[in-house]
Structure formats: C-alpha cells, structure tokens
C-alpha cells in the first residue's frame, strides 16, 4: 500500500514537472519567435532603407544636372512681348512637336518603349518625371573612369564644355541654335507580379552625339528597373500615388504641385516620394520605409529656387 501511494506522488511530480518544462520551452519558443520577426523586421527595414537612398541619390544627381523638365524645344506661341511675332514655349510633356530628333515621329535607339508604359508623350505628372540633360564633351583620354583613360595626356581645352544643335538641323529643323540634350524619363508602373506595389523604371532618350573622340551618355533603352515594393505615399483623397511634386519658384509658399501644365518654365525643384515595402529577408515580417527628398536644378537659366 505505502509502494502504491510512493508510486502515484511520483507520477504526479513527474507531471507537474513535464508541465514547468513544458511551459518554460513554450515561452522560450515564443521569445525566440519573436526574436526572429524581429530581426527579420530589421532586415527588411535595412533593405529598404539603403535600396530606396541608392535610387533617391541617383534621380537627385540627374535633377541637379538637368537643364529643363519636359520638353525645351515645345511648341510655337504668340509672343506676349512681341517682337517677335511668335517664340517657342516649352512644354511639360516629351517629345515636343518642335523637337528636332523626335518631334516628328523619329525612333530613339531601342525603340520607343512598350507596354506597360504609357503611350507618347510622356507628361510630367505624379508618376512620371521627364528631364532634360546637357550634352557635354569630354575627352575619353581625360575621363578617369574611360578605359582610354591617360593621366600623361594633356587636358582637351574642349572639355566640360555644353554642346549645341545647329541651324537647320533635324526634322523639324531648327531655326536656332539650342542646347543639345539627352533625355532621361522616370516612369512608375504598376508590378505585374505584387498586386498593390508598383515598380521604378527609368529609360534615356539621346541627343546628337559630341564630336569625336567625345562619348555620347549610356542609352539605357528597353527601360530598366530601379526600385520595386513601391507602395506610396498616396493621396489621402483620391487613392492616387504622389511620388514626383514639383515647385515652382515663382511661388512664395513653395507648395508641392502634382502637376507642371503651364508652368514648367518656373519649374526648378522636384520633391521625390517613396513608400517602400520590403519583404526580402522574410515575408512574415515585412518593414515599411518612408523617404522625402527635394532637390533643385542648377544647370538651366531659371534654377535660383
């Protein structure tokens, strides 16, 4: 009987000490758990973040050097300063009816871009940014990062200098001398394989090339992709993405606009926005990550913000 009542406290210490232990791996279990969303949190945070600085930086650079928004060659108005008669305008859209390379139809190297972009022109908007680049000349010899590159080679007097586009020169031809210039257009697109989230591609148009032995920019054409996981910010009326503002410097209050129509000539500063969402280190665990940035030209004649 004694052997009995022995046996059954200790089956019942055995329990009760299966259940700390159970109890206690549990709660280890739901620490280590939650240790893990959070590294995976922290990850994807970090993903983010340096992703989405590496495309801001690049769009900044390309906006501080950029001459224009939209299309300099644009469209032919009466002058409200006559004479002359008429002067051209530029226009917040590319190409212009008056652009010289592409006014009238010409295909870019590679071909106008395809679907899913939009069709032409391409209008500066919340979710498309148009710039315009000057041509510059440099020397191979000169450029360090050239593979012709020779330190023992003196300087090219010619560098660094912007180029033009003649008289006469294109279809429709020009009637002036202008700045030669390529083309670089952002576009947000929808990502066929996240519903929700939207991508970054980016696409240059080129101008003439520079004399020789100058080297025309990199034509980057189909479009390539900079950014995914785009999911704002959005406006909180219409739904709508608000990636690309810009400022007009005639404007005392500096207010973001979603829109350059009839003003891009005032235009000289661009708000970039993202709202990015990773998911790479771990899809239980995905991070938001949210950057604003506003950079200013300072290549073109009206870039004082």
């Known amino acids: ?7 059954g406290t200790s089956l019942i210490e055995l329990l009760f000490s299966v259940s700390i232990v159970c109890i206690a791996a ?3 279990s739901g620490l280590m758990l939650l240790n893990n969303l959070t590294s995976l949190r922290v990850f994807n945070k970090v993903d983010g973040l340096n992703a989405t600085r590496e495309v801001i930086e690049r769009i900044g650079a390309d906006i501080r050097e950029a001459q224009m928004l939209g299309d300099q060659y644009g469209v032919l108005l009466l002058n409200p300063s006559p004479p002359p008669a008429q002067i051209i305008f530029p226009v917040d859209y590319f190409p212009a009816p008056l652009n010289p390379l592409y006014g009238a139809g010409q295909l870019p190297l590679g071909g106008w871009p395809v679907p899913p972009w939009p069709a032409r022109p391409y209008t500066l908007s919340n979710t ?3 710039l315009q680049l000057p041509v510059f000349y440099l020397n191979p010899l000169n450029n360090p990062g ?5 330190p023992l080679i003196p300087a090219d007097p010619m560098n660094g200098f912007p180029m033009k586009i003649e008289i006469g020169t294109g279809n429709p031809p020009t009637t002036k001398l202008n700045p030669n210039t390529d083309t670089f257009v952002y576009q947000v697109l ?4 996240k519903p929700g989230q939207y991508i970054l591609q980016k696409a240059v148009f080129p101008g003439l090339p520079p004399p020789l032995p100058g080297k025309r920019r990199p034509v980057i054409n189909p479009p390539q992709t900079l950014l ?4 704002g910010p959005l406006n909180p009326t219409t739904g709508a993405l608000e990636v690309f503002q810009y400022i007009d410097k005639t404007d005392p209050a500096k207010t973001p606009l979603n829109s350059a129509a009839g003003r891009v000539g005032n235009i000289t500063g661009v708000l970039v926005n993202f709202r990015i ?6 899809q239980t665990a995905p991070s938001n990550v949210t950057i604003r940035s506003t950079f200013y030209m300072r290549n073109n004649a009206v870039a004082t913000p």
């Open 1 to 7: 009987m004694k052997g009995r009542v022995q046996s």
């Open 26 to 28: 549990a709660g280890i």
């Open 190 to 193: 929808a990502d066929p394989d």
């Open 277 to 282: 969402r990773r998911t790479e280190a771990g």
């Open 146 to 150: 050239d593979p012709l590159y020779n």
């Open 128 to 130: 498309t940014l148009v």
């Open 228 to 231: 995914k996981g785009i999911v």
